[in-house]
Each structure stands twice: as C-alpha cells, then as structure tokens.
C-alpha cells in the first residue's frame, strides 16, 4: 500500500498541523484520538471535525478510563491557572503536565501502526512553547522509537516504524504559519484547558495565552471566539 | 513512603510470580490489570483472586478498548493453534502476538507509577518460553526504561523509574519453582488462550503446553482443570 501514517490527533493546532504535513508529504492518513478527558471532551469534537475535514482514511476514538491519567490540572479537579506570565511557564513542569501522556498516546498509536502495517507514526509535540514537558522533547521521541523498533515485529522484521514529529523544533507561531499555507481549518481547532460549558475558550490559561500570541506573531487573524474569559476574571 | 511498586497482573503464573517477587522484596505492591481482551476474561478473573489473596495495596483494573489490539489470536477471531511441536514454536513470532502489547501495558503502569510516585515496575515477561515475542526481549525492557525515564517528570527531576523483569531469563519450570516457594497460588491463575465457556483450560494451546511442560520439570503438581480439551481435539 501507498506510504500510511497513524497522526495524533488531539484536535487542537499543532495536531491538526501534523496531520495537514502527514497529508501533504503524501502519507495516507489513520487519525487516532483518544478519548480520557474528564473536564474538556470539546476537542474531541474538534478532532472530529479536523478529521472529517481533512480526508484521513480512518480516524479512530479509542475510549481510555480517565483513571490512567491522575495528577494533572487536565483531568482532575485543580485549577487552571490563569494569566500566568511567560517566565513562569517556561521554567518549571506545568501543573498541566500529565504523567505518561505521550508514552501512552504514542504506545496506543504504536499498536495500531503495527496492526494496519504503517511504518510512520506523527505526533504535534513541540519542544519551544512546551519546554516544561519532558515527554515533549526529541530525546524523548527518539528514545521511544528506539524502543518500539526493539519491541515489534515489524522492527525486528526490518520494517522499522518511524516516529515523526515535525513541529517540534518550531514555534507556535511558526506552526500556525505552516498549518495556515497547508489550509487547516484553524476555527475548528480546541486549544482552551478550562472551556465554558458551551466549549469557548477562556483566553487566559497557559494554552490559550500559547495559542492568542502565536497567531498575533504569525501575524494571521485569530479565528477563535474567546467566550469564558469571564470566569476567569470573576 | 516505603519503597512502592506497580506491578502488571495479568493473572497468570508470570506475573503472580512477579508479584511474590515484589512483595518478597519489600516493594509496597499496586497490581495493574489491563481489561482488552474479547476471548478470555477469566484471566481478570484471576488476577483479582491473585490480588486479594497476595495482599497487594490497590488492585487497579483498567478498561482499554480492545480494538487497540488488532491482529491477533487473543483478541480477534483466529483459530488458536493446538498441539503445536515446540520447535514449532520457538522459531517465529507467534500468532498470539499482540502487537505493541507490552510498550501498552508498561506506558499505562508508568503513568500510574508516576502519579503514585511509585519508582518501580514489575512484569513478568520472560525471554525463554516465548522467544518469539520481541517485546518480551531484555533489550526491549531496558529501552523502555531509558525512554521512560526521558519523558516522565520524575526521571528528568532524578529520581529514575526502574523496571524490573525478575523472570526474563528464567524457564517455567524456574518460575514455577521460584512462586511455589513464594507461596503463590497456582491454582488461581489462568494461561489458557482458548478456554471452555466455563473458564477451563483446553490443554492444548501453547500457553497450556508450556504450563504443563513447566510444572512436570519443576516436579511440582500441576493444580489446572484441563477441562476445555475435548474441544481442542475435535
């Protein structure tokens, strides 16, 4: 079969940017997203428009106990922090950080690749704006496709899996440049951690600040509607 | 807190090997049980009568979607093979190979480990009795835990994630012989691959070849109710 790729896909920019390069490198695309989060499932309705939109082959929502995921602003009930400045993101782990994610995330795509005979995997991670996770960095991306080419047929067959990460030496305002000349439907995308119930963004978390100054330096309009942004403030 | 340890529980002999390993060694136990499999859940069975009666510390039993695992005897409708000769065996990877199966099961115990803060991993995988399984490797283990220990908080802040396959280089019959002494109950666990409807084991697949192979060279009774293998033979 042609070259296929399982992408990542979370719904927010930088997947959706993967997968609009997975696409335009020529790969035929498996979407996976998988499904954990108890306190913003808006991406996953993303993830599903991004997917519809995009023409992957297959785009797969692999349920997952939230249980697996403990300890994280993202699935459990800490607070969001806002309005945070930069410095202070940039020098410790967030409170966002999930223990295992992408070990997991990338570990469930792994299975899938090896089940259809994919040889390439792409994951949105991104070192710059993300310094703070660990499973965000290239060594860490290195490392695991050192390990999965240790630990699957196909690796031991001489059929190697090759992890792609494409944005993750890239700013995020290089990374809505690129998404934008490759046409990703940016309005679709969810970056927001702590949505209103309607799912619009609260503009003042760390991945909304992120993603309002990416599109101001790329200098493209930002199509999102920030809605919640007065929970914040009250 | 005192040294703590997830160790994955699948509910067969290796891992409550493993377990009496752990407990033996001083490691405040959590037992990981993943729930993936269509064709044989008497092996959760099992393992939540191995947890209770080996005196672990929470028995954690997480659901996957089982369609993360395609390809496969264990988990899709192919015929398990029966009777197979063991040269047979040893030569390829089997079909009960679950791709990406282990890189799954140890990503989900390193996100618990880390949000426990749990240093340690036990499983029971073993190089020997299935040689044909890459991810059952020593090389495969020790990449995981370089690749863990790049991408979890705990690794990057130095305190390194250990994971520890007390069996890799063992036969059955030495783990047979090492969970007897340790008082693990045999006949709690399940290794059959194509059980009776009531949970017998049918005697006859390669995973009940290699426990009955191991118990008659531990020169330990075998306590399993080969009940399923009528089936196998007709």
């Not at 299975?111 to 949105?124: N, R, S, Y």
Request: hydrophobic share 40%; glycine share 12%.
């Amino acid at each position: 079969m042609p070259r296929a790729a399982v992408v990542l896909l979370s719904g927010g920019i930088d997947s959706a940017t993967a997968l609009a390069i997975a696409r335009s490198d020529g790969y035929v695309c498996y979407a996976l997203s998988v499904d954990y989060r108890q306190r913003h499932r808006f991406e996953l309705r993303a993830a599903k428009k991004i997917a519809a939109s995009m023409g992957v082959k297959q785009h797969r929502i692999i349920k997952l106990d939230p249980s697996v995921f403990g300890g994280s602003a993202l699935t459990e009930e800490i607070a969001v922090p806002k309005f945070r400045p930069e410095r202070q993101r940039s020098r410790t782990i967030p409170v966002t950080y999930v223990p295992g994610r992408n070990m997991v995330l990338l570990a469930l795509a792994l299975a899938w690749a090896e089940t259809l005979g994919a040889g390439h995997i792409f994951i949105g991670v991104n070192a710059l704006d993300y310094s703070g996770y660990p499973d965000c960095r290239p060594e860490f991306i290195g490392a695991f496709q050192g390990t999965a080419n240790l630990g699957t047929r196909a690796g031991v067959e001489g059929r190697p899996i090759q992890i792609h990460a494409p944005l993750i030496r890239l700013t995020k305002a290089d990374i809505i440049r690129k998404g934008s000349s490759l046409g990703v439907p940016f309005g679709r995308t969810h970056s927001c951690y702590d949505p209103d119930p309607r799912g619009r963004a609260c503009g003042a978390c760390d991945s909304c600040l992120i993603r309002k100054k990416g599109f101001i330096e790329a200098g493209i309009p930002d199509p999102t509607v920030y809605g919640g942004s007065e929970r914040a403030r009250g």
